[in-house]
């Protein structure tokens, strides 16, 4: 590295978008400078999600891109979940990494980026013997207006097809003080909206004497003031208690959505996902929502085709969400992953059959969405404005429930509405989104 110049590219979810706004400034405070592209930069980083194959398998095609610019000063790091999962044979693969580190040894960056500048050709950080989790005084938000606070790092669950226990590590909650700190920190430099980050947030256990659970850290962050909207993700049904959406219920500043993976609707196949919970318990939860006194929107993740996934099963799934009516959900074909339980199971669904189920769902809750969204036409929503879409003259807005709402607004164009909120009336719904006019 002659300079010290970088680029970061991040894959998969929100812990890794977040995980990078704090690698990105412990960078920028050892005084690297950052750059739009990978060409422009002597350090070159991915942080990379192995979830499913077709993601892992992103960052060796790109490292494959760059093989010719490795020894011309430049230096690439891969760091997040495929580095954790593949750990020292990453350098088998593409010799021209230098550095391979999974997020729980981002909180030894500083010294993994001096062994770098010192010239050190490979260096790893791959141990999940943690007890740390990664706040720094340093994240980098772009995002004046919205922001991600992780609560808690790491899963200790064994759901049969996941790898992130193993790419992330055990579980490690923040104390609910420093989590109150940053939030009233953020909310003092103007952000309104805040979402409440970990791969299980609903096991958050405060280490702290106060001992805090989710529910009441979620109370209390919706408590400070000028914070108008509380998010979290991810939730695991089996931690999930009736205190969460009693709290919802109390403050209208927690958002009025809920995202709760249910993977499948079949007792058989959620047991060998070993997913610890049945259909009816996973329903009662959502009978809570449902009985709360203000609509609160569900959306889900469904895992088809996991091994011995019979058409029966299948058809249970179908019937669930038929029966919840989920306002959104991601469906995803079932991708065989290293150390996992389900990766030797037998019956493995054929490909083909899998994008059969999943085509067939998809288009399911298609038509949900449609015959949901559509019975909101009229209705007046408040939206987070987001920012405008030029091309369309529309401003894009986010509702409380976590939908879409462009809008139309009479006044000054590119007049900086973006970070307020308004009112505005839906006039016409597709199934991914709302469009409507400002009140004002
Ligand atoms: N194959 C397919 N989907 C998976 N997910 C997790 N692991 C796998 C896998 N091996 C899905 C789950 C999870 C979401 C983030 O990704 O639905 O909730
Ligand atoms: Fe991908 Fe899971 Fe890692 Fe997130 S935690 S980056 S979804 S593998």
Not at 37 to 43: I, K, L, N, R, S
Request: charge should be neutral; include cysteine; charged fraction near 25%.
């Amino acid at each position: 590295m002659t300079n010290k110049t970088f680029y970061i590219e991040t894959f998969g979810c929100q812990m890794n978008a977040h995980d990078s706004e704090k690698v990105v400034g412990t960078l920028l405070e050892r005084g690297y400078a950052r750059m739009e592209t990978p060409e422009a930069a002597d350090f070159v980083l991915y942080n990379t999600c192995s979830i499913r194959d077709k993601a892992e398998q992103k960052v060796f095609n790109r490292l494959q891109q760059f093989k010719r610019a490795a020894g011309k000063g430049k230096v690439f790091g891969v760091i997040g979940c495929v580095a954790q999962q593949e750990g020292e044979r990453i350098f088998d693969r593409a010799p021209h990494v230098s550095l391979v580190a999974g997020s729980a040894s981002y909180t030894k960056l500083p010294e993994m980026l001096a062994q770098l500048e010192a010239g050190n050709r490979r260096v790893t950080g791959l141990s999940l013997d943690t007890e740390e989790t990664f706040d720094t005084p340093f994240t980098r938000r772009d995002n004046p207006h919205r922001a991600y606070i992780t609560i808690i790092e790491g899963c200790d669950k064994s759901c049969a097809y996941c790898v992130v226990p193993f790419t992330r590590g055990p579980e490690r909650s923040r104390t609910g003080a420093s989590v109150m700190e940053e939030a009233r920190r953020l909310a003092g430099s103007g952000c309104t909206d805040v979402q409440l980050l970990g791969q299980n947030v609903n096991s958050y256990h405060d280490p702290s004497p106060a001992g805090w659970d989710f529910a009441t850290l979620l109370a209390r962050v919706g408590e400070i003031a000028g914070i108008r909207r509380v998010r979290f993700t991810t939730s695991h049904p089996r931690d999930f208690v009736k205190e969460i959406i009693d709290a919802i219920d109390a403050n209208p500043v927690l958002a009025n959505h809920v995202h709760l993976p249910v993977q499948s609707g079949s007792n058989r196949v959620l047991n060998a996902m070993q997913r610890l919970y049945t259909r009816s318990e996973y329903m009662r939860r959502i009978e809570w929502m449902k009985n709360a006194s203000r609509p609160i929107a569900i959306t889900t993740d469904i895992i088809v085709g996991f091994p011995g996934e019979s058409e029966e099963d299948f058809q249970a799934t179908l019937a669930l969400i038929e029966e919840v009516e989920y306002d959104s959900l991601f469906a995803f074909k079932y991708s065989p992953r290293p150390n996992t339980a389900a990766l030797e199971m037998a019956d493995q669904v054929p490909e083909e059959e899998k994008t059969r189920r999943i085509m067939i769902l998809l288009e399911r809750q298609r038509a949900i969405q449609i015959r949901r969204n559509a019975a909101t036409i009229g209705e007046v929503r408040e939206v987070h404005v987001e920012g405008r879409n030029e091309a369309l003259g529309q401003w894009i807005g986010r509702t409380t429930d976590n939908k879409t709402l462009n809008f139309t607004h009479c006044g000054p164009e590119g007049s900086g509405l973006t970070g307020t909120y308004l009112p505005v009336r839906i006039t016409r719904a597709g199934p991914n989104s709302l469009v409507g006019e400002s009140l004002n």
